[in-house]
């Protein structure tokens, strides 16, 4: 799956992808004016499952699909999910390996984790008081082979791209991007 058609994907998933359970860890719990994260998920449909701190936002129809959890210790069975999003969670956990750790716990085997944080050269991730690590691409594909995940894609530089071509094109969106984009599979 390519990474930056991973929300439409998730958003109308096709038959063969449709009774997946999907966790969303930090989706945001607030409505606009209040204090904290707006609430925007990346994933949406009735297998979707969210995880933040606080309860839900006012007026969101969540079903019983929200849980209030941290995502250093996920309240969930072994092997209970099979894709995980982290939508610029990381970032700001004091811990964001024991996150990955967990979230390659509760996912099933060939299990996919996706996870998006602001590059270390962008604006955001240095002006925002409440982000307690940068990460560069390296740094996030070590952790995340560190944490027992293969990772399969960490940019959009397609493979019909010339060899070389491809490894420069890949370094420079590596290097300049805004934001970060990683896929990983439980192995």
Request: glycine share 8%; net charge positive; aromatic share 8%.
């Amino acid at each position: 799956m390519n990474l930056s058609a991973l929300s439409r994907v998730l958003v109308t998933r096709g038959p063969d992808r449709g009774s997946e359970l999907v966790l969303e860890i930090g989706p945001g719990s607030v409505i606009k004016g209040d204090k904290g994260y707006q609430f925007r998920p990346r994933v949406w449909g009735n297998t979707a499952v969210y995880l933040d701190l606080t309860k839900p936002p006012r007026g969101f129809d969540y079903s019983g699909n929200f849980v209030i959890g941290d995502a250093h210790a996920l309240p969930f069975r072994k092997s209970s999910f099979h894709i995980v999003c982290a939508s610029h969670i990381v970032e700001h956990l004091t811990n964001p390996e024991q996150c990955l750790l967990e979230c390659h716990r509760i996912l099933r085997e060939k299990g996919e984790i996706f996870v998006w944080t602001p590059n270390f050269l962008d604006s955001t991730a240095v002006i925002d008081p409440t982000h307690k690590h940068k990460f560069n691409a390296l740094r996030l594909r070590r952790m995340l082979q560190r944490c027992n995940f293969k990772v399969t894609s960490i940019t959009n530089v397609g493979d019909k791209v010339p060899r070389g071509l491809r490894l420069i094109l890949m370094y420079l969106e590596l290097l300049f991007a805004a934001e970060l984009r990683v896929k990983g599979v439980k192995v």
